[in-house]
T-cell receptor
Framework: QKEVEQNSGPLSVPEGAIASLNCTYS??????FFWYRQYSGKSPELIMS????GDKEDGRFTAQLNKASQYVSLLIRDSQPSDSATYLC????????????FGQGTTLQVKP | GAGVSQSPSNKVTEKGKDVELRCDPI?????LYWYRQSLGQGLEFLIY????????KSGLPSDRFSAERTGGSVSTLTIQRTQQEDSAVYLC?????????????FGPGTRLTVL
């Protein structure tokens, strides 16, 4: 079992729809959870971070965390073609070094 | 302000040669991380620096890989006797510290191709 798992996709949604991206993790001691967006040929860019159970909203983005189920998700409302990218789920585990464990990423395609 | 910078942006080398990759973190960031991104492997942690020391080297794939950081700033990742499987994008990230809430900011990466 991989430490952080994501569906590789591609996930295709029409412009204006809600895109739902999911991630599960195996380390129950994980403390922090991050969603990075990566455009082709570019480096990862932080979209959202979440540390407590529940929802966290920032503009069109909502991150959801359920530690009991070891599940974190990212919702993108009113999806735009510019949201088309690979979304990486990253988990800071129970070690104290701050290293991030990344999922394989989900490719999102938003069609005009 | 300036972000994380890396050099070179691209490096093509022959199998068996040594390469050095450089990372300049954001000024004031004490934590520095090296990751590698290759097709089919995703983004993998290599090494973590806090200041000039490396308390976590668990991701270095072999003893051909080494890294150092000087002056609590610039870091160099060295790969000796490169192999074709070393071909990947090497990403550096920095953060204020290694705290749970500290965001890691990534540099543009160095694309390494080993022929």
């Amino acid at each position: 079992q991989k430490e952080v798992e994501q569906n590789s996709g591609p996930l295709s949604v029409p412009e204006g729809a809600i895109a739902s991206l999911n991630c599960t993790y195996s380390d129950r001691g994980s403390q922090s959870f991050f969603w990075y967006r990566q455009y082709s040929g570019k480096s990862p860019e932080l979209i959202m971070s979440i540390y407590s159970n529940g929802d966290k909203e920032d503009g069109r983005f909502t991150a959801q965390l359920n530690k009991a189920s070891q599940y974190v998700s990212l919702l993108i409302r009113d999806s735009q073609p510019s949201d088309s990218a690979t979304y990486l789920c990253a988990v800071r585990g129970s070690s104290n070094t701050g290293k991030l464990i990344f999922g394989q990423g989900t490719t999102l395609q938003v069609k005009p | 302000g300036a972000g994380v910078s890396q050099s070179p942006s691209n490096k093509v080398t022959e199998k068996g040669k040594d390469v050095e990759l450089r990372c300049d973190p954001i000024s004031g960031h004490t934590a520095l991380y090296w990751y590698r991104q290759s097709l089919g492997q995703g983004l993998e942690f290599l090494i973590y620096f806090q200041g000039n020391s490396a308390p976590d080297k668990s991701g270095l794939p072999s003893d051909r890989f080494s890294a150092e950081r000087t002056g609590g700033s610039v870091s160099t990742l060295t790969i000796q006797r490169t192999q074709q499987e070393d071909s990947a994008v090497y990403l550096c990230a920095s953060s204020w510290s290694s705290g749970a809430a500290d965001t890691q900011y990534f540099g543009p990466g160095t694309r390494l191709t080993v022929l």
